[in-house]
């Protein structure tokens, strides 16, 4: 009995994330945006945190008991509803419904909790135990029930959970214990636990869609990883018996904070960084919740400080997504607006042919259009579409562009990690601050100063290893290219490097990049730096075949007369035909 409770109070502090690894098969159902379906989880923490704040003037006006049944029951048939869901719409208001009924919950079963178990502090240890491991565990737990059925038994099996925790609440009655003054430093540990759950957003939303929307895993595979967040909780937990108060949340937080910065320089799409991030997240978020959580709520408090605590979580939550959801949307759409420039650069730079390498580039700008905003494009159809199942140099083309994409999408998380890093430091600044104030010593024992070293370790060991540099691009300036763009030999590669060349001048005389310069040549691709019109037209082709004649002069492939005869025939030949051989005139 008592386990069902405990799993209903996991669930309730779970369920702000334990759909996280869901998300993208919603983004992809209700063909959302990265802020809208954010909503699944923000809404169920807001509403926790405004039905606890409203709750508060039912204490001692109801039975504890009978809310936190009354709310598991509301929870239970949110959960069936979420699950049956048409809709986004749909989907939001039952979660807002969940969160009322979680919110009840977690008030009453407190005090449910003290007349099943020996003792109140017992009781409290329980409640908190549940609440912290809840909260990590609940990814990995979605994720793996998302793979072996789908998004919507994520919320039919928190149903029969919830149920049973109405026939607890029936069964064990316990009134509701004088109102007992809280610890100094208690609102101010339910402010750092705020600042805690904040920056949790980064390791239960930001990582998960890193994981499986950008780098593509399936949800078990992304489930897999994320482990890494409670088993570090558990690691924390067996440190905390071995380390003074103070130097654990100040160790914690540090840790927290260096796993996030880790994950914002993480070097590409590299799993065993974002386990070794995520374990230092779960450590650092162990080890801040073994402490704060005693003091939010001492041993023997009832449903006032439960529900205070549950509030202020929430809230930074509510807050972290928020925030980060807003920075990495803006930051996403950035990323697919930039991300066809690195492409066409690789394209045009392969050893593909010449009219193949223009048009693919072009129906490679055009997937990543008609994605959905904030989607990593599927380039599969287009490169097999020219070749790729036959041709290796196509295959190995396809590898490189996909690759950029989704390093350049991984860069575009780096700003939404930041913050939620920041926001682990402030918990951390605020912790240090009620237990320095509470012992009345300010020194750092030699732990603190430890994790303090590994927590800059680390995301500097990431940003060393190439994490700087991820997802950046830089386009060579057409006008002091080389000479020699295409280092290969034969026919081929020699008409390669005319094409390459005369692409350089044209982009050159036109004052763009060389990859602006192709893209422009579709209407769809957005990119509209070039004013093509006849005059443009025939300035560009001609700046381009004298650049190419120059350039094969350069090389010493074409003699010194035949250049001049050539440089005559280029400022007088007709040039619509260049346009209608590639297609797109």
């Known amino acids: 009995m008592t386990g069902l409770l405990l799993g209903a109070v996991a669930l309730a502090f779970a369920d702000a994330s334990v759909v996280a690894l869901a998300l993208p098969e919603l983004y992809s159902e209700f063909e959302t945006t990265i802020v809208a379906v954010s909503w699944v989880l923000t809404i169920y923490a807001l509403s926790v945190a405004v039905a606890g704040i409203a ?227 779960g450590t650092g978020y162990g080890a801040m919740t073994g402490v704060l959580g005693p003091i939010s709520v001492p041993d023997g408090s ?91 140099d196509v295959a190995l083309l396809q590898v490189r562009v996909e690759t950029q994409v989704r390093e350049m999408f991984t860069r575009a998380f780096r700003a939404a990690f930041a913050v939620a890093a920041a926001m682990a430091l402030f918990a951390t600044v605020v912790a240090y601050l009620i237990l320095a104030l509470r012992s009345n010593k300010w020194g750092l024992g030699p732990i603190a100063i430890i994790a303090i070293l590994i927590g800059l370790a680390l995301p500097s060991a990431s940003y060393a290893s190439g994490g700087n540099n991820v997802g950046r691009s830089t386009l060579e300036d057409p006008c002091t290219a080389g000479a020699d763009p295409f280092p290969s030999e034969g026919l081929d590669a020699m008409l390669q490097r005319m094409v390459l060349s005369g692409l350089n001048g044209a982009a050159c005389e036109l004052g763009v990049g060389r990859e602006e310069l192709v893209l422009s040549l579709e209407p769809s691709s957005g990119v509209d730096t070039v004013d093509w019109n006849g005059d443009t037209v025939e300035e560009a082709l001609r700046s381009g075949v004298r650049r190419a004649i120059d350039d094969a002069d350069e090389r010493d492939t074409l003699p010194g007369f035949a250049a001049t005869a050539l440089h005559w025939a280029a400022d007088r030949a007709p040039v619509s035909w260049f346009l209608d051989r590639l297609g797109v005139g």
Not at 235 to 241: G, K, T
Not at 361 to 382: H, K, N, R
Request: charged share 15%.
């Open 302 to 392: 009832g449903a006032r400080a439960a529900t205070l605590t549950s509030v202020a979580r929430h809230l930074g939550l509510v807050v972290g997504l928020g925030l980060i959801a807003l920075i990495l949307s803006v930051d996403v759409d950035t990323a697919m607006d930039d991300a066809p420039f690195p492409a066409t650069a690789s394209v045009l730079d392969s050893t593909i042919d010449t009219i193949t390498k223009v048009q693919l580039a072009l129906d490679v700008v055009d997937v990543v259009d008609e994605a959905s905003s904030g989607e990593v494009p599927d380039l599969t159809d287009v490169f097999e579409r020219h070749g790729s199942r036959d041709d290796e």
């Open 55 to 281: 709750g508060l003037f039912l204490i001692g006006r109801v039975q504890m008991a009978h809310l936190s049944a009354a709310g598991a029951a509301l929870f239970a048939i949110a959960s069936v509803a979420a699950g049956a869901a048409p809709n986004l719409t749909v989907l939001l208001i039952a979660r807002a419904i969940q969160g009322v009924g979680g919110a009840w919950l977690l008030m009453g079963s407190l005090s449910t909790l003290r007349s099943m178990l020996s003792s109140a502090s017992a009781a409290t240890r329980a409640w908190s135990l549940a609440g912290t491991f809840g909260a990590v565990l609940g990814p990995a737990l979605g994720g793996v029930v998302t793979q072996v059925f789908d998004w919507r038994a994520v919320f039919f099996v928190q149903a029969p959970i919830a149920l049973g925790a109405i026939l607890v609440a029936k069964v064990h009655t316990e009134p509701e214990p004088a109102k007992i003054r809280r610890p100094r430093g208690a609102a101010m540990a339910d402010l750092s636990l705020f600042g805690v759950f904040g920056a949790l957003v980064g390791a239960l939303f930001l990582s998960v869609i890193l994981l499986v929307v950008v780098w593509g895993y399936e949800p078990l595979a992304g489930a897999v990883i994320v482990t890494a967040l409670p088993l570090g909780t558990v690691s924390a937990r067996v440190a905390r018996a071995r380390v003074d108060q103070r130097t654990l949340a100040v160790a914690g937080g540090f840790l927290l904070c260096s796993g996030l910065a880790t994950l914002a320089f993480i070097p590409g799409v590299e799993p065993l960084w974002a386990f070794a991030a995520l374990f230092m997240c």
